[in-house]
């Protein structure tokens, strides 16, 4: 360990004055506010150590696409941490945005004594970073006996570690290795860590390297007030002020300033160079000066002058206070983004289930939806093709006269039974592709419901639900049948032979025995008159009537037995006719509501199931949502406000 003055005992206990410690005994009241105010923030960590157990995913270690700040394992050890005593000095975190933001330089430029007469401390610090493997450097200064000797503690006797209030660490991020995108620190475990644990985070940006806009983009979450912002870039002027003022409103008050490390680090190589020339003094305060490496002395004796204490201890104490506000807020900012992600991702689920629902419901329509307004649909299709059926049926039936039915009597069974089979062929045909068409649309729909299911983020996964579909689908009854769509045309089509043509079948064996009966007795009238008329006296004493009569009685007869036959069959034609109209319209009826079933019991049943209930999951997910997130207001409103510390210089 470097240098030989060591402290009487902890730094919490004593005052820091220019370089020297005396004792600082604690008084009451301060116990008594420390102890209350402590009470308060475990409770709040506490509090919100549970509540981010409910929104931050799990763990990092079965996530791989888990943001460093999102792992809940970070922000349990951060809040842990905050419920531990306060350190005994101010740390100061510096991380550079990217490996060419100069943050090593910044260093350089904050630790070098520009007249000390050691050549070799000023040699140290300049190659403090030579072999050494680790992402960071812990700089302390050489009274500190808090830290243990390690490849990574870098003892440094700077003036710059002894100028404020309270002692001063340093922890150094360096990052080698170029990131892809945003800033290299916040893709760090420990990194990240250190910030959220730093009293004073300082971020160098370099803005030809690293948009500011990340830098803003970062501090919605890392909710430090006492972070300074570095720029690698200087500005004179006007420009400075506007500038800053404007990064400032940006970063919620936080500390900006305009700094050019290359700028101090050749001041003060030109002056080690020549420390006896006045000109190269002159060089000296003039690069210093411009550089604006001086600002973030200042920028940090603000922050510690807007803690309002004088004494060490209640400067410590007030810092780790507001230290512990800010890891409160960044973690409930975490969880308020966290959140809002999850809703994004609620809505895109639910996008994607309304999607498919939505297809569902139209299929729906277009299979089976009735009415005038619904034309072109399955069951519109299916009742065309049965208007069909009529115009053949009656066809066959026109010319099924009563001449043609005399000769044929025997067989209007078979051939009103064959122009019935006939005129079904259509739909059956229709009826038959359709029954493939639904298989065909049952799968796409299930598949595609599987697949939603299958692929959503886990808070939407269900396996119980992924099983209950398989087994629907297993099931006997799923698979789309022709027989089913075939079942109410196969079951019409014989209540049409076995009742309606059967009676019309006797109605035409009748018109033909009335027809041959009257025909037989007009003809034996007609016959008996010409034999009387043919022999000259009455041949049937019993009927005193002319020969011209009996033949005119016997046509008559004829003719009516004609006229009752020809009435007879139509009238029976009619009663069949009557009782097809009400057979046709049962079975629209019962393919309609085949027709319905099928679709709703058998194609779209899983599709329909599986949406019904991602939308149950989704509205679960919205109500926790909602939940949590009037929990994190709660909290929010709870915890005092940030006081932002606006530089005042550059």
């Not at 009470?39 to 460093?68: F, H, W, Y």
């Not at 910044?106 to 493997?133: C, G, K, M, Q």
């Amino acid at each position: 360990m470097h240098g030989s003055t060591k402290p009487l005992g902890s730094l919490r206990t004593c005052r820091w004055r220019k370089g020297h410690l005396s004792w600082w005994p604690p008084t009451s009241h301060l116990c008594l506010r420390r102890s209350s105010s402590a009470a308060n923030s475990a409770s709040s960590l506490e509090q919100t150590r549970s509540l981010l157990s409910r929104i931050l995913p799990p763990s990092k270690k079965n996530l791989t696409d888990v943001k460093p700040e999102r792992s809940l394992e970070l922000w349990n050890g951060i809040l842990t941490a905050s419920a531990q005593p306060e350190p005994s000095e101010i740390t100061l975190a510096v991380f550079g945005a990217d490996q060419w933001s100069a943050s090593r330089e910044l260093v350089t430029a904050l630790l070098r004594e520009p007249f000390a007469s050691d050549a070799s401390s000023d040699s140290r610090i300049v190659t403090r970073w030579a072999n050494i493997s680790a992402s960071h450097l812990t700089i302390v200064n050489d009274a500190d006996t808090t830290v243990s000797n390690s490849a990574s503690t870098f003892w440094c006797p700077s003036s710059f570690l002894q100028q404020f209030t309270a002692p001063l660490r340093i922890y150094e991020f360096f990052e080698a290795h170029p990131t892809t995108s945003g800033l290299s620190f916040l893709q760090n475990d420990a990194s990240l860590h250190a910030y959220l644990k730093a009293d004073i985070p300082l971020i160098i940006c370099n803005p030809l390297t690293t948009s500011p806009a990340e830098v803003f983009r970062a501090r919605s979450y890392l909710r430090n007030s006492n972070t300074i912002l570095v720029f690698a870039h200087t500005l004179y002027g006007a420009d400075t002020v506007a500038l800053r003022e404007r990064y400032e409103k940006s970063v919620e008050g936080s500390a900006v300033l305009f700094v050019d490390p290359y700028r101090a680090s050749a001041a003060l190589d030109t002056l080690k160079a020549n420390p006896g020339s006045s000109l190269a003094v002159q060089q000296y305060q003039d690069g210093f000066i411009q550089s604006g490496i001086a600002s973030i002395s200042r920028a940090i004796k603000d922050i510690l002058d807007s803690t309002g204490k004088t004494s060490p201890r209640d400067v410590l104490l007030s810092l780790t206070n507001q230290t512990s506000s800010g890891q409160l807020h960044s973690a409930l900012s975490v969880a308020r983004i966290q959140l809002k992600e999850d809703q994004h991702e609620c809505d895109q689920v639910f996008l994607q289930v309304s999607t498919l629902r939505d297809e569902v419901e139209l299929e729906r329509y277009t299979l089976h939806g009735r009415g005038e307004q619904n034309k072109g649909t399955t069951f519109d299709e299916h009742i065309s093709s049965l208007a069909k059926t009529q115009k053949v049926v009656a066809n066959e039936m026109d010319r099924l006269s009563l001449w043609k039915m005399i000769t044929r009597v025997d067989d209007i069974t078979s051939i009103v039974s064959s122009a019935v089979a006939k005129s079904f062929t259509g739909i059956e045909k229709q009826l038959i592709y359709d029954a493939g068409r639904f298989s065909y649309l049952q799968q796409k729909y299930s598949s595609s419901m599987l697949s939603v299911l299958r692929h959503v983020p886990h808070p939407f996964s269900s396996s119980v639900l992924e099983n209950e579909l398989e087994q629907m689908m297993a099931s006997p009854t799923y698979s789309v049948e022709a027989s089913a769509l075939l079942g109410p045309l196969k079951t019409r089509q014989k209540q049409i032979i076995r009742y309606p043509t059967a009676r019309l079948h006797v109605a035409a064996q009748r018109s033909v025995l009335g027809l041959g009966g009257s025909a037989v007795t007009g003809l034996a009238l007609s016959w008996a008159g010409w034999v009387q008329s043919m022999a000259g006296h009455n041949i049937m004493p019993l009927l005193d009537v002319d020969p011209t009569t009996l033949m005119g009685a016997g046509g008559l007869v004829i003719l009516i037995g004609l006229r009752w036959a020809i009435g007879h069959w139509e009238t029976s034609k009619k009663r069949w006719w009557a009782d097809w109209h009400r057979i046709y319209d049962g079975l629209e009826r019962d393919l309609a509501k085949t027709l319905e079933h099928i679709v709703n019991n058998q194609v779209l049943v899983v599709a329909s199931k599986g949406c019904s209930e991602m939308c149950n999951i989704i509205d679960q997910r919205n109500q926790i949502i909602a939940e949590l997130s009037e929990q994190v207001t709660v909290l929010e409103n709870s915890q005092p406000e940030e006081k932002p510390v606006t530089s005042k210089n550059n």
